[in-house]
């Protein structure tokens, strides 16, 4: 069964800051998600990645499949990307949709 | 840009009843998932559907829990005796394609949360 663990699990900034959240997993892997949870409850998808680096925006992802680790990152944070991160991946020998979650990064970013 | 529909936004029901969450896919989706998060925890899967049967579930997915594509855009999860730890965000996602190979985005529905008194 794969692991998720993210770090750090809650992070406060000023508007304006360089935000990096990591995600570490402990099983190979063929694709993972960066998803947000708003105040609300919602869940946006916002990356799958199985190599490299993706961006969309001021949002950048990028995956070390090597390492097992993934880190999510925002330029330029802003009050409106508070939220909550969530990195997820698929359970081993699983479908797409077949995700462990990680427990999520509470992000608040301060005016 | 289509979305994920889920109905109720809010439910609240007596324990021992039943319940049915309500999910409308986007219309071109062919793979669907139910998930849950109880408050405070992580969010959980619970089961994927795929052309009219269930492809995968996992341990919660006991039998009290069913899901049904009872038309062509509706996508329905049923509780049928529910319990107080049944008290959950429920939420619907859908993607266009599956598998190792052909991987494609989540779309999530906004929730039901579900409150079992």
């Known amino acids: 069964k794969n692991e998720v663990e993210q770090s750090p699990q809650n992070l406060t900034a000023q508007e304006g800051e360089f935000i990096t959240i990591n995600c570490s997993y402990s099983?190979?892997?063929?694709?993972l998600h960066w998803l947000q949870q708003h105040p609300g409850g919602g869940i946006v998808s916002l990356f799958m990645?199985?190599?490299g680096k993706k961006k969309h925006g001021r949002l950048i992802a990028t995956i070390n499949i090597q390492e097992k680790h993934s880190s999510l990152h925002i330029t330029a944070s802003h009050p409106r990307d508070s939220a909550v991160y969530i990195c997820?991946?698929?359970?081993?020998?699983?479908?797409?949709?077949?995700?462990?979650f990680g427990k999520g990064t509470k992000l608040s970013v301060k005016p | 840009e289509p979305e994920v529909t889920q109905t109720p936004s809010h439910q609240v029901t007596q324990m021992g009843q039943e319940v049915i969450l309500r999910c409308v896919p986007i219309s071109n989706h062919l793979y669907f998932y139910w998930y849950r998060q109880i408050l405070g925890q992580k969010v959980e899967f619970l089961v994927s559907f795929y052309n009219n049967e269930i492809s995968e579930k996992s341990e919660i997915f006991d039998d009290q829990f069913s899901v049904e594509r009872p038309d062509g855009s509706n996508f329905t999860l049923k509780i049928r005796s529910t319990k107080l730890e049944d008290s959950a965000m429920y939420f619907c996602?859908?993607?266009?394609?599956?598998?190792?190979?052909?991987?494609?985005?989540?779309?999530f529905g906004n929730g039901t949360r579900l409150t079992v008194t």
């Open positions: 996602a859908s993607s266009l394609r599956s598998g190792s190979f052909f991987y494609s985005p989540l779309h």
């Open positions: 099983v190979g892997i063929s694709a």
């Open positions: 990645l199985s190599s």
């Open positions: 997820a991946v698929p359970f081993y020998g699983g479908s797409q949709g077949n995700l462990i």
